[in-house]
């Protein structure tokens, strides 16, 4: 199988980049790595490019060895031949060869392999072969009646036939792949309630159906949650009378006696054996197209909320709301260094309420507090009334911000939180990784399962080893493209750098607690275990704005320094006079000199050095800071505020299929339907919005009741 021609051909990209990026891969390098530094290779595809590259290599190999490895199971059997050679050769899918493998597959015990081992198969090749110059079949059935075998009569010999005749049918890859088709484009999938009477969460789907053709993913999800919970049976339904058509138009040859026994096996197959199957393979189907499509919306997700513009510099409080155990806080510096704890109640007694406010106006006075962090879990709303009515009444500005806390408390249960705050109660965990979710999500979230960080829909229902792969390799993704500081990340973070595992990540941490800072890139050869290859693949991604070279605090590679520093004394300065200035002078001389030529003298790519004067121009760049910042508040409002057609503000919170969610400072986050959110058409709501966006909504309708808020984008 030609990989690279395959691959070049679906995804529209040169062959020679295809066989690059296969290359690299092979040779262990990670997808940042090649994403980043080696764009020459490749014609400087993104990383999400390169990654459905590579998993579509990994399919395709898998296919591959599969094929080999049915070619193998038939040959040994002696079965093998030109047709089901070049069958298996031009299978473009798994499901393909296991259709084609099928007939040769060993089987369990059936009515098939029982009228075998009668010896019925002779008279089952009679009957199939439908020859007007045979005799009839019962005539032909009388020579296989054998009371030894339990076949007393010819109906009984023609019965056993019919089923070997039935599973033969069955088994023919053509029928499958013709019925797979016409049936993925024609059948209805069909909901009914076990219990009408019962009121559940699926009760829309109680008399339910839909085009296989058309259903969303996110139905697919919900029918099949419902059914596995009890509340719904859910059945596939298609025209018999065209699968039947369908199957004769295959096995059915000159009219003759053998017909009619051949027409009942058809049509004992397709309702015994093959429709069972079909539907089967077509909800699994459904099911794993709509778990790439709620994983695909997971993972865009995931990017936007990991990639959220830091807060930086801000001395910030936590709070982890609770009732009855109280309010956990938390305060932390710019660094996220904890400062402060305690433990408030600001819905008990008015007494207590009153002890609680002073102590956060303590707080916010002792270590001047910029910013409030609260979580958005159980008593976030009384909280928040709470803190607002605090920073109306305080000389200092304070502001606060509602924070996802979706996963803290499983962060703070685990053994990395008793780890890293060994001194501090698992609730006062909570409290300071609330806080550390302003102040940088994505050096906090990546402590944290992907899975629980809440911005999916279904996550619960996906295969754990697609949905894992996708949602770390975001994670990877996101650090990459952040960079780290070698100085202050954490064990958890440094493992999500390119070439950095975990052994390497607390290896690095340990020797910057025995040895101190780093102060140069190449320090971290010094690591046990980080070898050649490692640094080679860590190195540009790591930043140490201690360094007394400018370039260990950029995206620049170890591996470009020689050649920026030829390229500079080219067009002459030096790496010590660099400043916005200069940058923009070396720009206007480098297109002078003529780009492609430099690069050709030292030995450079074009995309290389485009990325290295954009890395010069602003070191230590983070690209959050080029987004929109989040949207703090300073007064509260509640349910009962809204109005049909008021207009307000709000932070774009989750974006799934049908629709988004949108925080508007009420602590029940409202919903924008699909149709709602922009007048042109589009396919799904991630074209327009992203985790993070601040929006103007326009409120629709209210239910105080079931605390749901319609908004519209319109």
């Known amino acids: 199988m030609n990989f690279s021609q395959i691959l070049s051909d679906e995804f529209k990209i040169k062959q020679d980049f295809i066989e690059n990026i296969i290359k690299l891969l092979d040779e262990g390098n990670t997808i940042p ?46 079965l093998m031949n030109d047709e089901i050679s070049k069958s298996l050769e031009d299978s473009k899918t798994l499901t393909e060869l296991e259709d084609i493998y099928r007939p040769f597959k060993p089987k369990r015990k059936t009515k098939a392999s029982v009228a075998k081992e009668k010896g019925l198969e002779p008279l089952a090749n009679y ?85 296989v053709a058309k259903i969303a993913g996110h139905r697919t999800l919900a029918i099949n949650r419902g059914e596995k919970e009890g509340y719904l049976k859910v059945s596939l339904e298609f025209d018999n009378d065209k699968a039947l058509r369908i199957i004769y138009s295959e096995i059915l040859k000159e009219d003759c006696a053998s017909t009619k026994f051949v027409k009942l096996a058809a049509e004992d197959s397709y309702n015994r054996l093959i429709f069972p199957s079909l539907e089967r393979e077509i909800r699994s189907e459904l099911t794993d197209e709509a778990c790439k499509q709620a994983i695909k919306v997971f993972s865009v997700n995931l990017r936007q909320l990991l990639m959220q513009p830091p807060v930086k510099g801000k001395i910030t409080m936590g709070l982890d709301p609770g009732y009855r155990t109280g309010c956990k806080l938390a305060v932390v510096d710019s660094t996220g260094k904890v400062l402060d704890t305690n433990i408030i109640y600001p819905t008990h007694s008015q007494d207590k309420v009153n002890k609680s406010k002073e102590i956060v106006k303590n707080l916010i006075a002792k270590h001047n507090v910029d910013i409030i962090a609260i979580g958005n879990g159980t008593a ?100 990459n493209s952040v960079g780290v500081d070698l100085n202050t990340a954490s064990a958890p973070l440094l493992e999500k750098v390119s070439g950095i595992n975990s052994a390497i990540a607390k290896n690095i941490v340990l020797y910057r607690e025995e040895n101190g800072e ?10 046990p275990k980080l070898g050649k290859k490692a640094f080679e693949q860590c190195a540009g991604f790591l930043r140490i704005p201690e360094s007394k070279d400018i370039l260990d605090n950029t995206g620049v590679h170890p591996e470009s320094y020689g050649a920026l520093k030829k390229i500079l004394s080219t067009l002459g300065y030096k790496l010590s006079d660099i400043n916005s200035k200069i940058i923009s002078d070396i720009k206007m001389k480098l297109e002078n000199f003529g780009i492609p030529r430099i690069c050709s003298e030292v030995e450079i790519g074009e995309p290389t050095l485009r990325d290295i004067i954009d890395e010069l121009s602003k070191p230590g760049r983070d690209p959050r800071d080029e987004l929109p910042k989040p949207m703090l508040r300073e007064d509260i409002m509640n349910i009962n505020d809204l109005k049909p057609d008021m207009k307000l503000k709000g932070t774009v919170r989750n974006v799934i299929d049908f629709g988004a969610f949108i925080d508007i400072g009420v602590h029940q986050d409202g919903l924008v339907h699909i149709s709602e959110i922009c007048d042109k058409f589009i396919k799904h709501p991630s074209e327009v919005l992203k985790v993070g966006d601040i929006v103007d909504v326009r409120v629709l309708a209210v239910d105080t009741n079931r605390n749901k808020i319609s908004l519209s984008m319109k």
């Open 518 to 527: 780093f102060t140069s890139r190449t320090d971290i050869k010094k690591v």
């Open 380 to 479: 976030s709303k009384e909280t928040e009334i709470f803190i607002s009515d605090i920073i109306k009444n305080i000389d200092r500005k304070v502001y606060y911000m509602i924070v996802n806390e979706a996963g803290a408390s499983v962060y703070s249960a685990s053994k990395l939180a008793a780890d890293e705050f060994p001194n501090f109660d698992l609730t006062l965990r909570s409290a300071i990784s609330i806080a550390r979710r302003l102040q940088d999500p994505l050096a906090e979230l990546v402590k944290i399962d992907p899975k629980s960080i809440g911005v999916g829909q279904y996550q619960h229902d996906m295969k754990k080893k697609y949905l894992d792969e996708a949602l770390n390799g975001v994670v990877e993704d996101c650090v």
């Open 127 to 211: 009957i199939f072969l439908q020859d007007k110059s045979n005799v009839s079949p019962e005539i032909e059935a009388e020579k296989y009646i054998n009371p030894e075998m339990e076949i007393d009569n010819s109906e009984q010999a023609i019965s056993g036939a019919m089923d070997i005749i039935a599973e033969n049918i069955s088994d023919n890859p053509q029928i499958r792949k013709r019925l797979r088709f016409v049936a993925m484009n024609q059948s209805i999938i069909k909901s009914t309630a076990v219990d009408e009477e019962k009121d559940s969460v699926y009760k829309q789907y109680y008399n339910f159906s839909e085009s």
């Open 33 to 78: 790595f090649i994403a980043r530094y080696r764009k020459e290779m490749h014609g400087s595809l993104d990383d999400q490019s390169i990654r459905q590259i590579s998993e579509r290599l990994d399919y395709l190999r898998n296919l591959d060895a599969r094929k080999n490895e049915i070619f193998n199971l038939i040959s040994n059997q002696g």
